[in-house]
């Protein structure tokens, strides 16, 4: 029964973004000063300093700084707040939008923090249709969204390469588009929202999916061509995402640092041409060292809001059996689900 689930919700998602993502508008190191920072309680709400853990010792677990404040300084404020400071020839990996849609990340949210590294912008090419399944539509896409101010690298415009999934079950090794290799540090900024597959795209997805050749986004749907039936069971789906995440982990080390930005919280992703506005209040930047306790703690946000229209966003969750990715991002030893959540608000 869930094999047929999973099939279905694939196989409407990529109707969706094939059909609608063709329409719409023209083609698409330094450490926080410890004085500003607030202990939050992990379900949301600023709280006294001594609800600050998601669970553990606090010398145990992951810190996530968080921000309030959906401003270029705020990104800022949280990148500082990590203490690892990008360094040579730096990767900003981001969605830029599908033709048609509204809610990517602005550009404007992100310039101050991408000129100061001197960063590219990264992605990789799509497996569905859409006004992104090739370089030079994938470039003009971008450039109509207003990514214009840095470099634009589709990473698997020249093929692809293979890094291994150490202790990997469902796949041995993530297929990536070739350009990967010309980086030594990367930035991922993810637009957190829902997802019509995962249930939720945050990190996970922004860097498993996102970095992914063609070829390897099939590998991640269980397709070699999109012609063929996507069959892959939705756990295996997600065991697949949290492989691809490992590898690229695994292989950067202490030269990634992961950002996760609530806003526009749709429940559909960028890559839909006709994605459903948000119906949940912005919530603010959140930044860690750690990808699962970020994507934790940025499902933990959701279910926090007082806004009740969270209610859309959680049911896309639950239906697709989101928070699975986590549970198997943990069990690969990608990063734990405990967190000590930090505001950098002062």
Known sequence: MRKKLHILLVSLFFLTCCVYGSLGAEDEGIIQDQQSTTNLSFIGEVSEPDSQLSGGNAQDVPTVYMTKNITPEGLMSVYKALGREATGKVAIKLHMGELGNTNYLSPDLIKDLVLSVNGTFVDSNTFYGGARNNTPMHLQVAKDHGFTYAPVDILDTDGEISLPINGGIQQKEAILGSHYKNYDFIIS??????????????????????????????????????????????????????????????????????????????????????????????????????????????????????????????????????????????????????????????
Request: charged residues 25%.
């Open 189 to 346: 900024i993810a637009h957190f929202k829902g997802h019509a597959i995962a249930g939720f795209g945050g990190t996970f997805k922004n860097l498993a999916i996102g970095l992914a050749s063609v070829k390897g986004k099939g590998k991640v749907h269980g397709a070699e061509t999109l012609a063929d039936a996507f069959i892959t069971p939705q756990p295996e789906f997600l065991e697949n995402v949290a492989e691809y995440t490992k590898a690229v982990a695994d292989d950067k080390g202490d030269k990634i640092v992961y950002i996760n930005v609530l806003n526009n919280l749709s429940v559909d992703c960028d890559c839909d041409g006709r994605a459903h506005k948000a119906e949940l209040a912005d919530i603010g930047i959140l930044a860690s060292l750690d990808p699962v306790a970020l994507d934790k703690a940025s499902v933990d946000q959701i279910y926090a809001s007082p806004d009740e229209g969270k209610k859309h966003l959680i049911e896309r969750i639950e239906a697709r059996n989101g928070t699975l990715v986590l549970d198997d991002a943990e069990k690969l030893g990608v990063g734990s689900q405990q967190y000590n959540l930090v505001s950098v608000d002062g």
